[in-house]
């Protein structure tokens, strides 16, 4: 409790209060492991479940709660796994089941829960499934699992509707008939190798179910649900005008987007809340769930729905303390009102990485994963590491959840050089080089100072480059430098076990916040982000954590700079 002294002295506005509620979940800091990206254990250039395991201590030193770990399952790997054949194996190149089992004992002896990917909007055209459909005539019940339609125009030869892929071109691809003739049409929001399951279908509900149950006998703590808001379309197929991912343009609002956060959607995840709670050990959901605004995301995590859902306003949230304020207060009053905690998120597979964002000269990420290439401007890297650190400071200071992508704690950024014949994305592909894609913040992390995949491979092999200059941002580099980024990580996340942050409350101190500095108590801890060009006069206090690590004497804080002080 704040003495009536404090509360004067730093002229508090309150606007969350403090989170009682015993469930992991609520507080949690959950890591998103990349698995081919991770660490390879076998040599073959690709991480796997093994490479996973065997780094456990090195992610657990981070006193974080669970991991989220990206697809692993059956896939051609067309997209990065995202491209699912068999929901309910495990890819050869990650390893087998009983190498996801030992993942589970392992992590389960350390205090780590596994959390796993889950791609329920669309699967890969090599799923059985989706093979049966093509064989299968129109109309039949093979093809009433999947989205398939009649062309327009003479002879069909036009698409059912405009839509547009997320990867560029038509969301319609043709397919030719057991007769050698063109046919119907199926659809695909994204690759043309990914068609969408038709969840106006029973049938695709009880195998979603059974896939979910599969998972949760085998120890999962739940399940981050890909494109979330996608699996219900509007009835009839609508054209849309609008972008392709429903991003709010003049005349045609997120809200309207036919493919979009359709009512039903709602329904299924009631369904699988139900199913969760079926299962010891607060098995969760999280969606990725695009939703616009944040009062209208807020009615996905009611209680009878999903746990959490990823705040992607906060990710997008620019250098400006006005404007980050306003998100941070938003997303509070928008997640209180119906009881569910706020998460937090500054970068993930999908965009470039935060430290490399905050050093462009713009703040948001790049739309549908459009990434940086070496005919781009280049980022200003210095400042932009000062700036994700800091970012990143204030972000674990606040209640709630909050995720964090593999390698942030080592500061990385992205490979904003990389050669483009090594992109694999299908964005890149698709476009004909117009969009390089998510690559960039894909690379494999560094382990060690040396070797030509810096202890990523036992080989040296690497799916995609890693940039020069990374051996001095490995972790072997950074494990015993008290002052290095993975030092400050670890003493952030300690501190905010110990002092309760995640299930804190949140009070403004007005009198540390200006034009270019933001301010906020948690509990005990006032947090001071200077956003600012110019140095700031910080309060006689003693200081937990600073972003810079070197200054901890100093009263001054130094542009682009986070502190943590002792208020009590």
């Known amino acids: ?68 770990l990206s697809p692993f399952f059956c896939s051609p790997q067309l997209d990065g796994g995202y491209d699912v054949s068999d929901y309910c194996d495990v890819d050869p190149i990650f390893g087998t089941l009983a190498d996801f089992d030992d993942l589970i004992s392992s992590a389960t002896t350390r205090g780590l829960r596994i959390i796993i990917d889950l791609v329920p909007n669309h699967c890969s055209q090599e799923h059985r499934l989706f093979k049966r459909a093509l064989a299968a005539q129109p109309g039949s019940a093979e093809r009433e699992l999947f989205i398939f339609r009649d062309g327009t125009g003479e002879a069909g030869v036009l ?101 979009f956060g359709q009512p039903g959607i709602h329904d299924i995840y009631r369904r699988w809340r139900s199913i969760l709670g079926e299962y010891d ?27 959490q859902t990823f705040n992607f306003s906060y990710l997008a949230a620019p250098w400006d303390p006005t404007e980050l304020r306003r998100i941070v207060t938003a997303s509070l009053e928008a997640f209180d009102s119906v009881g569910a905690p706020t998460t937090w ?31 781009d401007h280049q980022p200003d890297h210095d400042r932009g590491l000062r700036r994700g650190i800091a970012a990143s400071m204030f972000m674990v200071g606040l209640p709630g959840g909050v995720y964090l992508y593999q390698g942030e704690e080592l500061g990385l950024p992205d490979h904003t050089q990389m050669p483009h014949h090594f992109r694999q994305d299908p964005a890149y592909h698709r476009t004909g080089g117009n969009r390089l894609g998510r690559d960039g913040c894909r690379v494999p992390l560094p382990w060690t100072t040396e070797g030509p995949s810096l202890g990523y491979s036992p080989n040296g092999q690497s799916w995609l480059p890693q940039p020069e200059g990374w051996a001095a941002l490995s972790r072997e580099a950074q494990q015993s430098d008290p002052q290095s980024v993975l030092s400050l990580y670890k003493k952030a996340l300690s501190t905010r076990r110990q002092h309760g942050l995640g299930s804190g409350s949140l009070a403004w101190a007005e009198n540390h916040s200006t034009d270019t500095c933001l301010a906020f108590v948690n509990n005990d801890i006032l947090i001071i982000l200077n956003m600012g060009d110019t140095e700031y006069l910080i309060p006689d206090l003693p200081v937990l954590v600073r972003s810079d690590m070197a200054s901890t004497s100093s009263r001054m804080l130094a542009p682009e700079e986070c502190i943590w002080l002792q208020v009590v």
Request: proline share 7%; aromatic share 10%.
């Open 159 to 259: 698409p059912p509707n405009n839509w547009q892929s997320h990867f560029g071109g038509p969301a319609w691809t043709r397919i030719v008939e057991a007769d050698g003739e063109p046919g119907q049409w199926y659809l695909h929001l994204f690759d043309s190798s990914q068609p969408d399951f038709n969840w106006d279908n029973r049938a695709v509900h009880e195998e979603f179910e059974r896939i979910l149950r599969f998972w949760l006998d085998r120890g999962v703590a739940g399940f981050r649900v890909d494109v979330a808001h996608a699996l219900v379309k509007a009835t009839g197929l609508p054209d849309w005008g609008g972008r392709a991912d429903g991003g709010s343009t003049p005349g045609f609002p997120f809200t309207d987007a036919p493919m």
């Open 1 to 68: 409790m704040l003495s009536s002294s404090v509360v004067d002295a730093l002229h508090l506005s309150p606007l969350h209060e403090r989170d009682d509620v015993p469930q992991w979940w609520r507080s949690s800091v959950i890591y998103q492991v990349y698995p081919r990206s991770f660490r390879d254990f076998n040599g073959d250039g690709i991480g796997d479940l093994q490479g996973i395991t065997a780094e456990l201590d090195q992610v657990a030193e981070l006193d974080i709660d669970a991991l989220w």
């Open 345 to 375: 998120v500054l970068s993930n597979h999908d965009v470039v990485r935060h430290t490399t964002r905050f050093g462009q000269g713009h703040t948001e990420p790049h739309r549908n994963g459009d990434g940086i290439g070496p005919d």
């Open 281 to 307: 050990g607060e098995r969760i959901l999280c969606g990725e769930a695009s939703v616009d605004p944040l009062t209208r995301l807020a009615d996905w995590v009611r209680e009878d729905q999903m746990h």
